[in-house]
């Protein structure tokens, strides 16, 4: 099974400095080609309502694309991810991945990431509504529809969701319609960090597996016959990234991890902390969420200009908390920040693909974080008097 933020260190890395990320923006005409087309009544397969009518020359000119562009990154450096944010736009770290013990699996043997290159995109999809909100719709200038599984890296929500940024999906649909076929009998390792686009349209149609090496799987019974370059590759599984980080609709407070007796809610404003434990834990959580167990729903902020909510009057923090060891943090939730505004931002760090580190293989960061922002705007009075009444 793949994993989604497995390996903390190298997140950390940039996740410190990364705090607020900015909207920067990007994808060419469809050559004539055989209909790739295998199983195209596949139910993962999202269509489209729009049919697409071949003698309609009223439709928008397909935009252009372009690749990441190498960076030239002194590894010495021990800063030297810390530094990409300072650069303006995405950049996207390639590691390979390095098994320490090939012979024993143990969770607690992280192996060795091994930076290979840094790629810069000056333009690179926005995205500012969840991709499981998308609505699916075929794009206007390739006349296809292009979803992403997600499922296997962000493990709630739906399979696919749709792409729906033009220079994306007129990128993909171009580089798979230049592709040649041969039927397979062996499919791709699972284990791996696979890029899976399901592609519904009159030149491309079908659901493709794009490996590290470049090879595509279409359908899981064909493989192409030459890879797909480099550069193309890095930028699939780059946006697959970014869509895998965004497709979160609701975010909880607690972890479920955290038992009943021992929940607790770290509240930091100003210097001072005060720790709310159990009933009144899910108190607090209740002024502070929107849906049903604990959660609030929630918008990202990708790749885009940081709104302004105002003033940070309050940050908090799930955990456990015992009178032995005090407050331990969960390791997998985030730091939540209300603001004067009213509304609940969550940062979600850059996010770590990569596939069950049980064995040597090529993994994936982007340099943005994602901000999750409510959608609604909670009562401040009521979280102020809540807190002043339990010591804030």
Not at 260 to 287: N, P, Q, V, W, Y
Not at 312 to 340: I, K, R
Not at 342 to 367: F, K
Request: proline residues 5%; charged residues 20%.
């Amino acid at each position: 099974m793949k994993r989604l933020f497995f390996v903390r260190l190298c997140v950390m890395l940039l996740a410190l400095c990364l705090l607020l990320s900015g909207c920067k923006g990007a994808s060419s005409a469809v050559p004539s080609s055989e209909n790739n087309g295998e199983n195209t009544d596949d139910p993962t397969l999202l269509s489209s309502t729009d049919a697409f009518d071949p003698n309609d020359t009223q439709s928008e000119p397909t935009p252009a694309y372009s690749f990441g562009t190498p960076l030239e990154v002194d590894y010495s450096d021990e800063d030297w991810a810390v530094k990409l944010s300072d650069i303006d736009g995405v950049c996207q770290i390639v590691y390979q991945y390095d098994r320490e013990n090939d012979e024993v699996y143990d969770w607690n043997d992280s192996g060795t990431f091994i930076p290979l290159r840094v790629l810069h995109y000056s333009s690179f999809p926005q995205i500012t509504i969840p991709a499981t909100k998308m609505e699916a719709k075929r794009d206007e200038a390739t006349a296809h529809s292009v979803s992403v599984n997600v499922s296997d890296l962000n493990y709630w929500g739906p399979k696919f969701v749709q792409v729906n940024d033009p220079m994306a999906n007129a990128a993909l649909v171009d580089q798979i319609a230049n592709l040649e076929f041969t039927a397979v009998s062996n499919t791709y390792n699972a284990r791996d960090w696979t890029a899976v686009f399901a592609i519904s349209g009159p030149t491309v149609s079908g659901e493709y597996a794009i490996c590290r090496d470049g090879s595509v799987y279409r359908n899981g019974r064909a493989v192409s016959v030459t890879p797909l370059s480099e550069e193309a590759t890095d930028y699939f599984f780059a946006v697959a990234n970014a869509w895998v980080m965004c497709s979160t609709e609701t975010y909880p407070v607690f972890s479920g991890a955290v038992y009943e007796d021992s929940k607790c809610i770290r509240a930091s404003s100003e210097g001072k902390e005060i720790f709310l434990i159990g009933k009144d834990a899910e108190s607090l959580a209740e002024l502070l969420t929107d849906e049903e167990n604990f959660s609030f729903a929630c918008e990202p902020r990708f790749n885009c200009t940081p709104e302004d909510h105002g003033q940070a009057l309050c940050e908090f923090a799930s955990g456990s908390y015992d009178s032995e060891n005090g407050f331990t943090q969960s390791e997998s939730m985030y730091v939540f920040t209300l603001w004067s505004d009213g509304h609940v931002t969550a940062l979600m760090p850059p996010a770590l693909t990569c596939g069950t580190l049980d064995h040597d293989q090529v993994c994936d960061q982007l340099s943005v974080s994602c901000l999750y922002v409510s959608e609604t705007a909670f009562d401040i009075a009521a979280v102020e008097a809540f807190l002043a009444e339990h010591g804030g």
